[in-house]
Nanobody
Framework: QVQLVESGGGLVQAGGSLRLSCGASGRTFTNYAMGWFRQAPGKEREFVAA????????YYADSVKGRFTISRDNAKNTVYLQMNSLKPEDTAVYYCNAASQFYDYWGQGTQVTVSS
């Protein structure tokens, strides 16, 4: 079992920045690729960004490429999402995900609201 706890969400004006954090506990952190997903009201959950177990490879949705940066600190069992140049359409609940070949874990989510 892996427990994931997100933090760092909040209200920000368009053009601003936020940094989300996701702390993991319970299993070996480096066994899991980590990702961020988001879900806006009335919409399905969508992929935002992912990072490999070592941190050597990153992947982004086209909608956030160039604005968001995912990173991880394996010594701290934490994954981050740096969000710059935020837009109102980035408003959503952001979820942290840990994935291995056999298991898939989710955090409880953190709200990000971008005002215009």
């Amino acid at each position: 079992q892996v427990q994931l706890v997100e933090s760092g969400g909040g209200l920000v004006q368009a053009g601003g920045s936020l940094r989300l954090s996701c702390g993991a506990s319970g299993r070996t952190f480096t066994n899991y690729a980590m990702g961020w997903f988001r879900q806006a009201p009335g919409k399905e959950r969508e992929f935002v960004a992912a990072i490999s177990r070592s941190g050597g490879s990153t992947y982004y949705a086209d909608s956030v490429k160039g604005r968001f940066t995912i990173s991880r600190d394996n010594a701290k069992n934490t994954v981050y999402l740096q969000m710059n140049s935020l837009k109102p359409e980035d408003t959503a609940v952001y979820y942290c995900n840990a994935a291995s070949q056999f298991y898939d874990y989710w955090g409880q989510g953190t709200q990000v609201t971008v005002s215009s």
